[in-house]
């Protein structure tokens, strides 16, 4: 068999230099043509297409805008999707140009769920001709979804580009048309193994053909482009996408990556504050690029954003990972003529650095701030939201008149949540052995149950219960009941020394809270209250580490940093805070 036919072989841009930035149909068919090597006798009668729909907008059965964009409120730092899953999630059979509703969309639902099952179809190793992928669809169980399956799995297995057109070029041929979706997979491909020329003629292609794209294509151009000498087609793709939408996160930060490589870190700040501004949440990834396309330099105005970025983490309990940490450091140690100096360490429990010997800020708030706070969670936050959604008005009066009439109380349990800590072990087995751990502790304990509780079970035996009655005071919620709110107002009615135990971040009761100043404090008081619990290593027994006396955030004095880390990435936050810091001084005497 002869392989594929010489002008496929060559990139497509190196075919198409002579194009304009805007052609007829006609030009787009010869485009076409040359790009797949389609013979010259072929071109009219394969692209009679050119009459379709203008736009790529995929079908949105809410009505919403083509371009979706996700913003964000509270700090998340989810891992982006990759650019593959762009190209598959968006493109697979969405963007339908017929008005045939019911059967396109149960045709749809079919291909979507048939396609799952061919996700191991090995792709050709080689280029095919014409009649050898006429006889490959043949056999194919599903021909109808045939070259869908085909290129997702070519951009799974990392197939030769020649494949993937000399698919298209059969495409082209028997259908007269090269839908959209195939184009963006053949996009995914390109991208994904870094070619540009491909990459710009596809563009080429799709501006042509479509006067709008969808998010997906965007991101794929944006992200292919970003990574070449062709970085600053980027920076128009990203212009483009602002005259319809809001560009995602990924957009921008593929854009602040391609400006940071290049040492335009002016110009990667600038859309760095854009992306804040437009509400996008950056990832801990952008953020250490920052950084590491930083080091070295000896700029003032830079060196006051990168301190900005510090205080963002602050300000939003982040804690960078190690490889993060270790950017930040080689940054502060790289700053020519400044004399920093870092160390990775563990705080003492009294809240000083053992390495610089400063103390750090105290995690207890004034008694003004804490009754200000108290004041404002029992009003915004259990009175003022949907606490009443999940249990009625009469359960919650029952459950102020019980803690009123018992306060204060030491600590206050979640039941539920802690039962759940050891899956090998029954509940009331789990929760007995965290009661009497605590009981060692505190005096007063008051553990938040559910009425299931009381039933005689075999998760919930009734004389471990009634034993855990004589150690600590218990309120039983209905079994819908949310207990946050029952958690938040026990222990701030029990005063400032009052802990509490739960695997809850509690973020959705920070939303509540309409002012940064009191959210702050919320946060602060949480550091400083919240007791974490993890399993043992054996996963016997619980383990039990006691609150902060020390604010565990990013910390400055001017000539001195104190940053919180953890060893790895978490994609979500987590309710326990880290006990190892990266501290660095200043050294202003001799080194």
């Not at 996700?70 to 899953?85: F, I, L, T």
């Not at 994904?192 to 991101?219: H, P």
Request: aromatic content about 10%; glycine content about 4%.
């Amino acid at each position: 068999m002869a392989l594929f036919s010489q002008p496929i072989q060559h990139g497509l841009q190196s075919l198409l230099w002579k194009s304009h930035a805007f052609w007829p149909v006609s030009r787009c068919r010869q485009l076409f043509a040359v790009s797949f090597g389609i013979p010259k006798r072929d071109k009219v009668s394969y692209f009679s297409f050119m009459t379709s729909s203008s736009t790529a907008l995929p079908v949105d059965p809410q009505g919403t805008d083509a371009c979706p964009s996700k913003k964000r409120s509270e700090v998340d730092y989810e891992e982006e999707k990759g650019w593959d899953e762009d190209a598959q999630e968006i493109h697979e059979g969405k963007l339908l140009f017929s008005s045939s509703g019911g059967t396109l969309k149960k045709q749809l639902i079919n291909h979507t769920v048939s396609r799952h099952r061919f996700a191991n179809v090995q792709p050709p190793e080689r280029p095919l001709r014409a009649e050898e992928w006429s006889r490959l669809k043949e056999s194919f169980q599903s021909p109808e979804i045939f070259e869908e399956v085909m290129l997702n799995n070519m951009v799974r297995y990392n197939s030769p580009i020649d494949v993937a057109k000399s698919l298209l070029t059969h495409v082209a041929k028997s259908n007269g048309d090269i839908g959209y979706n195939l184009l963006v997979k053949y996009l995914a491909l390109c991208v994904q193994q870094g070619k540009t020329s491909e990459i710009c003629d596809v563009y080429d292609i799709l501006k042509i053909r479509f006067k709008v794209l969808e998010s997906g294509a965007y991101n794929l151009l944006i992200r292919g482009l970003s990574n070449s000498d062709q970085w600053r087609m980027a920076l128009t793709l990203l212009e483009e996408v602002k005259r319809v939408t809001v560009p995602s996160r990924s957009n921008y930060e593929s854009c602040i990556k391609a400006a940071g490589r290049h040492q335009e870190m002016t110009l990667a700040c600038e859309l760095y504050h854009e992306m804040l501004a437009k509400d996008l949440v950056p990832t801990l990834d952008i953020l250490q690029t920052l950084f590491d396309y930083s080091r070295g330099m000896k700029d003032p105005a830079l060196q006051k954003e990168l301190f900005g970025i510090l205080l963002y983490l602050r300000e939003n309990q982040i804690y960078p990972h190690k490889t993060f940490i270790r950017s930040i450091k080689l940054w502060f140690e790289s700053i020519p003529g400044e004399k920093w100096k870092g160390h990775l360490t563990n705080i003492k429990d009294s809240g000083q650095c053992p390495v610089c010997n400063h103390q750090l800020e105290d995690s207890e708030l004034t008694e003004e701030e804490y009754n200000n706070l108290r004041e404002r969670i029992i009003r915004d936050v259990i009175h003022g939201t949907d606490t009443f959604r999940k249990t009625s008005p009469q359960e919650f009066e029952a459950f102020q008149t019980f803690v009123e009439n018992r306060l204060p109380f030491d600590i206050v349990i979640d039941g539920l949540n802690i039962s759940h800590i050891m899956p090998r072990k029954v509940q009331c087995e789990n929760l007995f052995e965290a009661v009497n751990c605590l009981a060692k502790d505190y005096a007063r304990l008051l553990v938040l149950g559910r009425k299931h509780m009381l039933t005689n079970s075999f998760n919930w035996k009734r004389e471990v219960m009634k034993e855990m009655q004589n150690k600590a005071d218990f309120f039983f919620a209905e079994n819908i009941s949310e207990d946050d709110a029952f958690l938040l107002y026990a222990t701030l009615r029990s005063g400032k020394h009052c802990k509490f135990v739960t695997r809850d971040f509690l973020r959705d009761h920070k939303a509540c809270l309409s002012d940064s100043v009191t959210r702050h404090l919320f946060r602060k008081w949480q550091r400083g209250h919240q007791i974490a619990f993890s399993p043992s290593a054996g996963g016997k027994h619980i383990n039990f580490l006691p609150a902060c006396s020390y604010d565990c955030v990013v910390q400055t004095t001017g000539d001195t940093w104190h940053i919180p880390y953890k060893d790895t990435f978490e994609e979500k936050y987590s309710y326990q805070i880290p006990r190892k810091w990266l501290c660095l001084q200043q050294k202003y005497g001799t080194m």
